[in-house]
């Protein structure tokens, strides 16, 4: 019996205020399956316009309340239709999004003391865990600091030190590193390139840098103008660039002539 695919869609499509004056088609007729691979964890990396749909593709994985269920169309994840959020889809988002009231660890225990029924760890273990993946991301010895004290890549390792705690075997990010100047950026880039290895997740991140989507995608999916569609998909074009540094890789010559067939590929969606 084959294995369910960690996440598909099914005839997607999804229009919001629907019958109104306002009715909005975001997704239409979105078909996919991402297949398991195990000690793998598959990278799928999405670009397109501003109001495509991207970020209600990952809404519509999580299941998020505001946005799901879809209009038309199924979600599933292993096989099984998203019911609403859960611990299994870890979410990262553009804006940084720790308690400001809570300092480094309390952030980071948080969503372990949450999930403690599920995950059956004593108070000892899930300050453990919350050190470890602290000295993970780089944040060791800034343990009792509140956000306010942390510059803009320091909160956005305390967001993915929370999610990545919980081991969540598909992580979804929207647009985590774009409000990062350039050389935070490329760390950040570093760091959850060094992390994906150790969770081994399936991950699906949104960005508006073509670069950016070829050094950490294993696929890349070029979205149409809304109503958003998988316009083209970038599989076997895109250079192995695990464990490989982002500066480098981008100073390479079959990087970049990757980078310009994306962008020519985005340009011509955008006008079609």
């Known amino acids: 019996m084959s294995t369910p695919a960690v996440v598909e869609f099914r005839n997607v499509s999804k229009v919001f205020n629907h019958g109104t004056a306002r009715e909005f088609r975001a997704l239409d007729d979105i078909s996919f399956a991402i297949e398991d691979k195990p000690g793998f964890g598959e990278f799928i990396a999405i670009v397109g316009p501003s109001g495509c749909g991207k970020s209600t593709i990952?809404?519509?994985?999580?299941?998020?309340?505001?946005?799901?269920?879809?209009?038309?169309?199924?979600?599933?994840?292993?096989?099984?239709?998203v019911a609403g959020p859960g611990r299994d889809r870890g979410m990262i988002?553009?804006?940084?999004?720790?308690?400001?009231?809570?300092?480094?660890?309390?952030?980071?225990?948080?969503g372990l003391e949450i999930n403690d029924d599920e995950l059956?760890?004593?108070?000892?273990?899930?300050?453990?865990?919350?050190?470890d993946w602290i000295a993970k991301v780089g944040l060791?010895?800034?343990?009792?600091?509140?956000?306010?004290?942390?510059?803009?890549?320091?909160?956005?390792?305390?967001?993915?030190?929370?999610?990545?705690?919980?081991?969540?075997?598909?992580?979804?990010m929207d647009e985590p590193f774009s409000a990062l100047d350039e050389p935070t950026r490329f760390d950040m880039q570093r760091?959850?390139?060094?992390?994906?290895?150790?969770?081994?997740?399936t991950v699906f991140i949104i960005t508006h840098s073509i670069a950016e989507a070829v050094f950490?995608?294993?696929?890349?999916?070029?979205?149409?103008?809304a109503p958003g569609r998988i316009g083209r998909e970038f599989i076997h074009e895109i250079p192995y660039t695990r464990r490989a540094d982002p500066i480098d890789?981008?100073?390479n010559r079959s990087f970049k002539d990757v980078v310009g067939e994306i962008g020519r590929a985005f340009r011509e969606l955008e006008k079609a």
């Open 216 to 225: 950490l995608g294993d696929r890349i999916w070029v979205m149409t103008k």
């Open 191 to 201: 760091l959850i390139m060094e992390l994906w290895h150790s969770v081994e997740t």
């Open 140 to 172: 060791k010895g800034h343990e009792a600091k509140y956000p306010h004290q942390l510059s803009g890549g320091q909160q956005q390792r305390v967001a993915i030190a929370r999610t990545l705690a919980l081991k969540p075997p598909i992580l979804l």
């Open 93 to 110: 988002f553009q804006k940084y999004s720790s308690f400001p009231n809570l300092t480094v660890l309390e952030n980071v225990t948080f």
């Open 120 to 131: 059956g760890l004593s108070e000892a273990q899930i300050v453990e865990v919350a050190l």
């Open 249 to 251: 890789v981008q100073e």
């Open 58 to 81: 990952l809404n519509l994985i999580q299941g998020f309340p505001d946005v799901y269920p879809p209009t038309r169309g199924e979600v599933l994840v292993r096989g099984t239709s």
